[in-house]
T-cell receptor
């Protein structure tokens, strides 16, 4: 039973355009969500997060949107750059329960120059 | 210096052998985790620990054991390695800073079981 799902295994976007990566979750207890970026041969690195009390968080070119009623979050990258090409994972935790991070399966983003 | 280190970075072993993967952190975090990454399956949680005396099974703990030797050290053992344990293994820590919670990952250990 996959509690965090990333249904798009890959995405290609032209440089300068918007990249939108999606993530769905099933567990209503999740109250904190994170996005990580992973390059080959490296560990995932934290990108941006959002608490369930908010519906948007922005950091530079990266914005995360949360729709609690739909149990859906998305990561927008604007403008996309070739260096953004990586695998992106979303993760969810329940901060009132255990800090047990549950990850999606990842989306491979390729930004074309 | 890296905040989360893993040794070894690469390991080849044979079926039936016992191996240990080690993880150390300088973040000062109480929470530590072990994950494995397989193509198409993302990061799956093997074990996690919230302090030295607290060890919890994750989604896929069968065939693995862990030891939390100190706040900064969390090791993963494969008692009798099998080929389907060939994967990329990541250690992570987590903590809250400035109201924000996040995890920090090590560089990974690539394990091949023949």
């Amino acid at each position: 039973d996959q509690q965090v799902k990333q249904n798009s295994p890959s995405l290609s976007v032209q440089e300068g355009r918007i990249s939108i990566l999606n993530c769905d979750y099933t567990n209503s207890m999740f109250d904190y969500f994170l996005w990580y970026k992973k390059y080959p041969a490296e560990g995932p690195t934290f990108l941006i997060s959002i608490s369930s009390i908010k519906d948007k968080n922005e950091d530079g070119r990266f914005t995360v949107f949360l729709n609690k009623s739909a149990k859906h979050l998305s990561l927008h990258i604007v403008p996309s750059q070739p260096g953004d090409s990586a695998v992106y994972f979303c993760a969810a935790i329940s901060t009132s329960g255990t800090y047990k991070y549950i990850f999606g399966t990842g989306t491979r983003l390729k930004v074309l120059a | 210096d890296a905040d989360v280190t893993q040794t070894p970075r690469n390991r080849i072993t044979k079926t039936g052998k016992r191996i240990m993967l080690e993880c150390s952190q300088t973040k000062g975090h109480d929470r530590m985790y072990w994950y494995r990454q397989d193509p198409g399956l993302g990061l799956r949680l093997i074990y996690y620990s919230f302090d030295v005396k607290d060890i919890n099974k994750g989604e896929i703990s069968d065939g693995y054991s862990v030891s939390r030797q100190a706040q900064a050290k969390f090791s993963l053992s494969l008692e009798s390695a099998i080929p389907n344990q060939t994967a990329l293994y990541f250690c992570a820590t987590s903590g809250t800073s400035g109201g924000w919670e996040t995890q920090y990952f090590g560089p990974g250990t690539r394990l091949l079981v023949l």
